[in-house]
């Protein structure tokens, strides 16, 4: 097999001779990309795994929801548990993954276990089965507490506001202490956020949940923290919680819910993931009206998350003196955000290189890239070394990206879609440029189309 070598530095080797820099500029796509873990969810209920298929269909986030009614004292049975096994088996079957639920019922009044240990013990059983499925897992919402596990009448929640905080931050320790470290979890406001981080749990793995997204002041209690009001609450998320999995629904169609606000607010939240079918009244609204020229509900829907593109290339073909290499190309690549959120940072950038369907795979380390969004950009430059034996052979060498958890993976639809006008995209590779082997090794192809003059 032919050996590539890349040289993946900034200060290169002396070159005898540089072509001419070409550059192109790319525009962004106004397409709904297909991405994994982002964007509109379906909540499924963990016995109804069934349902995931059709789910599947829609979007590519469902929340699992692992109701616990009547289990108060004792064990989760075995039965359960595989409940839950299947239901993560059915997830990663279609691609999709999961934001993860546990309540003692999905509704507004119900029977909690005489004692939180029991709780515990619970989390226990349920983090030992996430955990085997924990690159299937979106996020955990800490639940447990109240209606809905949504941390509201509890019979832990009541009594001082000192016995309040030592139960959620129960709660909380216990996952902390029981699920994989790349696990993260949300809770439902920002205050319980910092109140953990005053304690040192789940340090640098805690998001939000809100439920109330755009309906009330303080979105129905959300924000609650004495002396800070809505803009201070949605400051603080802004600058703290980038790097989280955040996300929740919508109760109610008003003015905050107008796409523009949606949109502003959205982006201070670093929004991941949002309810596709509660309320449906707002996401109906959103289809009717448009923002930046564009229908409101693919604009906002397409912003949930990461959303990357390549916005500029300029290459440069290097020719190298020495007997192991003829001939190199010099590649600076401009990435844009213009997501909600950057990059979560399971994802790794791979220089593709290759040609009739081989590809050969080094990572490129870029990490500045999980900390843009909102319109940020990143460059980087990259040298790829061409051995002589391959030089001197005819045909075309085809360079790409490829944004995955490891290079061997092979589905697409585990792998990140550039939102470029006129991309191209086949089996996980963002195709961006396309080299013809000639005796000068010249560049005689961009893959993607330009958009702009040089």
Not at 177 to 182: T, V
Not at 334 to 342: D, E, F, I, K, Q
Not at 359 to 365: A, F, K, L, P
Request: charged content about 25%; overall charge negative; some cysteine.
């Amino acid at each position: 097999m032919i050996f590539f070598m890349f040289c993946m530095v900034m200060a290169a080797a002396v070159y005898a001779r540089l072509s001419p820099e070409e550059a192109w500029y790319f525009q962004e796509t106004d397409q709904v990309l297909d991405n994994p873990g982002r964007g509109f969810y379906i909540q499924i209920d963990s016995g109804r795994a069934d349902k995931i298929p059709d789910a599947a269909k829609e979007v590519r986030v469902i929340l699992l929801a692992f109701d616990m009614e009547g289990y108060l004292s004792g064990d989760l049975p075995e039965e359960k548990l595989g409940e839950l096994r299947e239901a993560l088996r059915a997830a990663k079957r279609e691609h999709v993954t999961v934001v993860f639920r546990a309540a003692y019922g999905f509704h507004g009044e119900v029977t909690e276990p005489e004692q939180i240990g029991q709780m515990g013990r619970h989390i226990e059983q349920i983090a030992e089965v996430l955990n085997q499925s924990a690159d299937q897992i979106l996020v955990v919402q800490a639940g447990m507490l109240g209606s809905y596990g949504e941390w509201h009448s509890s019979r832990y929640l009541e009594g001082t506001g000192d016995q309040q905080r030592e139960s959620r931050l129960y709660i909380l320790r216990q996952w902390e202490a029981c699920l994989a470290p790349q696990i993260k979890v949300d809770v439902r406001r920002p205050r319980f956020i910092r109140e953990a981080a005053e304690e040192g749990i789940l340090s640098g793995r805690l998001g939000i949940h809100n439920d109330a997204l755009l309906s009330t002041d303080s979105d129905m209690g959300t924000y609650d923290a004495p002396g800070m009001e809505r803009e201070d609450e949605l400051v603080w998320m802004q600058e703290h919680l980038i790097r989280q999995v955040n996300g929740g629904e919508m109760p109610v169609l008003g003015e905050l819910s107008m796409p523009g606000n949606a949109d502003r607010e959205f982006a201070m939240m670093h929004t991941g993931y949002l309810n596709l079918r509660y309320n449906q009244e707002v996401i109906a609204y959103w289809d009717t009206v448009t923002i930046e020229g564009s229908n409101a509900k693919h604009y906002l829907e397409n912003r949930l998350g990461y959303r990357l593109s390549l916005s500029e290339l300029h290459m440069r073909q290097l020719h190298l003196g020495g007997e192991l290499y003829t001939t190199g190309v010099k590649i600076r690549l401009r990435l844009r955000s213009t997501g909600y959120a950057p990059l979560p940072g399971h994802y790794k950038v791979f220089l593709a290189v290759g040609s009739g369907g081989e590809y050969i795979y080094q990572e490129i380390q870029i990490p500045e890239l999980y900390d843009v969004s909102n319109g940020e950009s990143i460059e980087k430059e990259v040298h790829i070394r061409i051995p002589r034996e391959f030089a001197q052979e005819r045909g075309t060498l085809e360079i790409g990206l490829k944004i995955a958890r490891s290079s061997d993976v092979e589905d697409g639809r585990e792998c990140v879609e550039l939102a470029n006008q006129g991309g191209f995209y086949h089996e996980g590779i963002n195709g961006i440029a396309a080299l013809e082997r000639t005796k000068r090794f010249l560049v005689n192809a961009v893959v993607l189309e330009r958009n702009a003059c040089e």
